[in-house]
């Protein structure tokens, strides 16, 4: 490997964590403007690995899953951020059409939302624990404890998002590679079980939100048909 | 005697100099950034109100702004977006001189309403809706810069502008703020959004799951029976299984199974 090429990869692996770590305090800290949603974070993982277009396909069946999991208050999810990002560029880096890639990329983005969810638990613990010892502080009306908190708090969420992103990308991407050149499979009936999982969750997930609004169930009906009209015109 | 509806909900007039309300509006971007399980966003709404406290009779530092600091730092839970109401109607409470007690209850008596109709109109209903939306363009064959537009120009189009009404009206009515809660895109833009957002769900499905797999018309029509079958199976199920977590089995399953097969 030339000098050049391990600049590039050292330089791509900085962008890629720098990203995670971004995306990763977008989920819940700062700014909460979904840019972390996999649709997002995926796409621009893409385009910072040279293929935006796989960061976009990655992207949108990974969104489908996603639909499942909604930042409901204090409930426990999976972190899409980071773990977009790695999907993303890890579909990205491989070749056009490869059979198997978009289902390890995807796969090593579930892996790492979960891992994420739980790190996203842990951080809002050590928040707790750094709130609980500073309580007198805060019940004598201290500004800086007030501000000192909350930087402290998305400090260490955009470090969380950060580390994951980097060990994500180090542990998954040679496992994505070697699966990739052991695929004996079709290319297509690889893609077509991913999407199809992922619609699935996603068909379930919109039941999940919709159904107990009167009258969505015939709008989602009504959409089914208008999607399969438009799908058998093309 | 009546009295007029306008004159009941709304607070003697008051001005919030721009920059105090620019940097409640930034920091309400941060709201969540000490989240925890203890006080939850409590620090938060401290951090939002803390530049309005400023204008309190002594200043930073002055006993009114530390005992006004120290009762807004206390439990709060309420959706992100919604809490901007419940930070402009703080910083007015505290600015307009009511009684601590009284402002402790209303902050307690916001929690509840904030978090729910935060959680229909915005996680159930508007998230779902410009992702979908955002798939529907991906779907029709829509490239990255578009698809990414559509889905974070509408999103955040609505985000934004709800935390700054909410930051407005909640300073405006200050402890009179509940009306504002009655407002109809509150009350009704939940079921509205949830419908639209159903008719993408029935679009998008189809269209992305096609231009995933690629040309094909039989594998796509075959895939879109198996995905009917397992979304009947998942909502029978009703919530006893994470959707996310059997795509990750199913598909390191599938994984072990089509490498498993080169060996």
């Known amino acids: 490997m030339s000098w050049l090429s391990l600049v590039g990869d050292l330089s791509d692996l900085f962008m890629l964590t720098l990203l995670g770590a971004v995306l990763g305090l977008d989920v819940v800290s700062f700014p909460q403007a979904q840019i972390s949603r996999p649709l997002a974070a995926a796409t621009i993982a893409g385009f910072l690995t040279g293929n935006v277009a796989g960061g976009l396909l990655v992207g949108a069946a990974l969104e489908l899953i996603a639909l499942e999991t909604l930042p409901f208050g ?10 977009a990002v790695v999907g993303g560029a890890l ?4 070749a056009e059409g490869a059979a198997g890639a978009l289902t390890t990329a995807v796969l090593a983005a579930l892996a790492t939302a979960w891992v994420g969810g739980w790190s996203m638990v842990e951080l809002r613990k050590l928040n707790a624990r750094w709130a609980r010892v500073r309580l007198d502080r805060l019940a004598r009306g201290s500004q800086r404890t007030v501000i000192g908190l909350q930087v402290a708090g998305m400090t260490a969420d955009l470090a969380r998002g950060g580390a994951l992103t980097l060990l994500a990308l180090l542990v998954m991407r040679p496992v994505v590679r070697a699966s990739v050149g052991l695929w004996a499979g079709d290319a297509r009936l690889a893609r077509a079980v991913v999407v199809g999982v992922a619609a699935t969750v996603a068909a379930g997930a919109a039941w999940k939100i919709f159904h107990a609004i009167p009258g969505a169930r015939w709008f989602f ?3 089914i048909v208008a999607g399969l009209a438009l799908l058998a015109l093309r | 005697m009546s009295v007029p509806l306008a004159a009941a909900v709304e607070a003697p007039e008051r001005e919030l100099p721009l920059r105090v309300r620019l940097s409640m509006y930034l920091r309400l971007l941060a709201i969540q950034g000490s989240w925890n399980y203890e006080i939850l966003l409590g620090n938060g709404v401290g951090f939002c109100v803390e530049p309005a406290l400023r204008l309190l009779p002594g200043g930073v530092g002055g006993p009114a702004y530390r005992a006004a600091l120290a009762r807004q730092c206390q439990y709060f839970n309420a959706h992100p977006y919604l809490a901007a109401v419940a930070v402009g109607a703080l910083a007015r409470a505290e600015l307009d001189g009511e009684p601590p007690a009284r402002i402790e209850r209303f902050r307690t008596a916001l929690c509840g309403p904030l978090g729910s109709v935060g959680d229909r109109l915005i996680w159930a209903g508007w998230l779902p809706f410009c992702s979908l939306l955002a798939l529907v363009v991906f779907g029709f064959g829509g490239n990255a810069p578009l698809v990414l537009l559509t889905f974070l120009g509408a999103y955040n189009a609505g985000h934004l502008a709800l935390r700054a009404w909410g930051l407005s009206v909640g300073w405006e009515r200050g402890i ?3 009306q504002a809660l009655g407002n109809p895109v509150l009350r009704h833009g939940p079921d509205y959004i949830g419908r639209a957002a159903a008719l993408m769900a029935g679009i998008a499905l189809p269209l992305a799951l096609y231009r995933i797999i690629g040309e094909g018309r039989a594998l796509t029509g075959g895939v ?3 995905v009917g079958a397992g979304a009947v199976l998942l909502a029978r199920l009703h919530g006893r299984v ?11 399953a599938f994984v072990l199974y089509s490498v498993g097969l080169h060996g």
């Open chain 2, 242 to 252: 994470e959707g996310w977590r059997l795509a990750l089995g199913v598909l390191a």
């Open chain 2, 176 to 178: 009179r703020v509940a």
């Open chain 1, 74 to 83: 204090a409930s426990r999810y999976p972190e899409w951020g980071s773990a």
């Open chain 2, 224 to 226: 879109l029976v198996a």
């Open chain 1, 221 to 223: 009906a009504g959409g």
């Open chain 1, 91 to 94: 579909f990205a880096e491989q």
